[in-house]
């Protein structure tokens, strides 16, 4: 998925970058460049969630844990593991119930008449998938949550 994100994000790089090449030439740019740049953006975001999650790439604040010991961090992570799937999940459900209420409004953007719901559908799967790997990570694998992944 995140792979997927990589190249659209590059395809709208490459995309602006003709696009003021164009403009710099005393031609037109690419008609509706930006509303690409924010339907891509939206759509690639939501699609880097669940590499995200599956390398613990989020911030950590252990100052006042690391002390501890580590079977007691483990189930601090453990935790924390449960509370982002239950974040996840909360998100996906949300953003599901955004996409159906724009989708029934018809909702498209100004130029290139894109429907806006397009740009909701990644993050629902991002956010989904990313669910379910912290739920994998908190139950599948639990010698992973006490992994010093990500420090």
């Known amino acids: 998925m995140a792979a997927l994100g990589g190249i659209v994000i590059f395809s709208v ?3 602006v970058m003709i696009s003021v090449i164009m403009r710099n030439f005393g031609l037109r740019g690419l008609r509706g460049d930006f509303e690409l740049v924010e339907m891509s953006c939206a759509f690639a975001a939501g ?3 669940p590499l995200c999650q599956l390398t613990r790439g989020h911030v950590m604040v252990d100052l006042f844990t690391n002390w501890l010991p ?5 189930g601090i992570d453990w935790i924390w593991l449960l509370c982002f799937a239950l974040a996840w999940a ?5 953003t599901l119930q ?3 209420q724009v989708r029934s409004y018809g909702d498209r953007t100004m130029l290139l008449a894109i429907p806006v719901w397009w740009s909701y559908a990644p993050a629902v799967l991002g956010f989904g998938a990313a669910s ?3 739920l994998s990570q908190a139950f599948l694998l639990p010698a992973a ?3 010093q992944a990500g420090r």
């Open 90 to 94: 909360a998100l996906c459900y949300l």
């Open 98 to 100: 955004g996409l159906l």
């Open 145 to 147: 949550a006490g992994d």
């Open 70 to 74: 580590q079977g007691i961090r483990a």
């Open 132 to 134: 379910l790997i912290a």
């Open 47 to 49: 699609l880097f969630l």
């Open 13 to 15: 790089a490459v995309a």
